[in-house]
């Protein structure tokens, strides 16, 4: 059964940042739309880097139930087994009832958003869908077998869709490299959509120095760049669209994972 909306208290889950603020800020508006703009009850974001912290957010409330929202993109490694590991170590783990959802980035609403957004930043910067490669670089990570699966199911849903004539899975922590994916593109019109939950580190500074545009690091996304006679665009994490704290309540009223 979904919850009482109004009574229910959420805990927003994310890997948060401390070289990037803004990645933290991201979350704390979420958080502060579903409580003020949706009639949740109490919304509280919670950081692995940041505060406060999965080991002790739970300590800071009184409630017995609480449903948490993993804020990544991937139900992997930190959704699966940094997430509840940390949380366990609250001393009132023991007594809550701990209600996990899937992750936000299996969201089935994810793919149309994210072909929305491809589509609105090839008209912006004039770009065609026959000249245009589209990486969707994600983390991922050799410690968890579905670290990458998200990733690669917007993939395969955004080639459906039809948004360009190219589109490429690529991470930053296994393969394929975001680096060998880019050297072998030859459209000359890239679009790089980070599917990443925050304006972290990775996003702001790490995807336009591995590419070799540290022009761009500072920079306001949605920003493009030239190089080798390629006219790329880098797009900001899909987190920060306002759209996903609507994806984030549904997934509080209807949707539970495994973990429950």
Known sequence: ???DLEKGTVILAAHGSRREPVANAVVQEHARRLQEEYGF???KATFRQGTP???EVLDSLSVDEVTVVPF???DGYYARTVLPRELSLNQRYPQMRVRFTEAVGNHPRIPPLVDQRVRQLMRQFHLSAEQTALIV???GTLR???SSASTRALV???RKFGVCSEVHPAFLDEPPQLEEV???LSRPQVVVFPFFMGGSYHVLQDLPRRLGMENLVGTPFPAQATRAGQQVVFDRAIGSDQRMTSIIAELVAHGRSAQE
């Open 156 to 158: 395969e849903d955004l």
């Open 41 to 43: 009850g109490t919304v």
């Open 72 to 74: 990544f993109a991937a």
């Open 53 to 55: 912290t999965f080991g």
């Open 182 to 184: 880019f050297r072998a």
């Open 1 to 3: 059964m979904p919850i």
């Open 137 to 139: 670089v994600g983390h």
């Open 144 to 146: 968890h077998a579905l």
